[in-house]
């Protein structure tokens, strides 16, 4: 079931006014408007809160602000998934031009690490990401291939927890 919340803001609370069953309703902070909306449908119809689905309203003032950051925080990500993409390409480049592994993560902005694992050609897919603390990482060895005389140790590989079993 699909209602609507329509909020305003009153003296200490959000007054959240639901037209499905024409009664109000109030939150203390926005956090619960969602909760306070269901459960009132809840109690003035008897549906069961899994199933009740709420469309918030906010004051237009209040929404346009937030559309604003919401559409700035969109533009910043794909800023950023361009910015690493153009250091994935980069770094191979800068190795063909004969740059130290050293040098060219002074010139990408990250350590020497980083610089080495851009240049694994295994690693530089997009399907693939470092290890973060929402990601499920697991090891693979690399087969004979050497660097510089140095025998590759393992290589780590991180899948998002939403496609782990259990995760």
């Given at each position: ?21 024409d ?105 693939t ?15 004979s ?13 991180c899948?998002?927890s ?6």
């Amino acid at each position: 079931m699909k209602v609507t919340a329509r909020v305003v803001r009153d003296d200490e609370c959000w007054l959240t006014y639901v037209p499905e069953v024409d009664r109000y309703t109030h939150a203390h902070h926005t956090g619960v408007v969602q909760t306070m909306a269901q459960d009132l449908v809840q109690v003035m119809l008897g549906e069961r809160l899994e199933r009740i689905e709420v469309a918030i309203e906010w004051p237009e003032e209040l929404a346009a602000p937030v559309r604003e950051f919401e559409r700035l925080q969109v533009e910043a990500e794909r800023a950023r998934n361009r910015a690493a993409q153009a250091q994935r390409d980069q770094a191979p480049s800068l190795q063909e031009q004969g740059v130290p592994l050293r040098d060219s993560g002074a010139l990408l902005h990250v350590s020497l690490q980083r610089v080495h694992q851009l240049l694994q050609p295994s690693l530089r897919s997009e399907d693939t990401r470092w290890w973060s603390g929402s990601k499920m990482c697991s090891s693979a060895r690399s087969g004979s291939g050497t660097s510089r005389g140095r025998t590759e140790g393992p290589r780590v590989a991180c899948t998002s927890s939403s496609s782990v079993p259990g995760g």
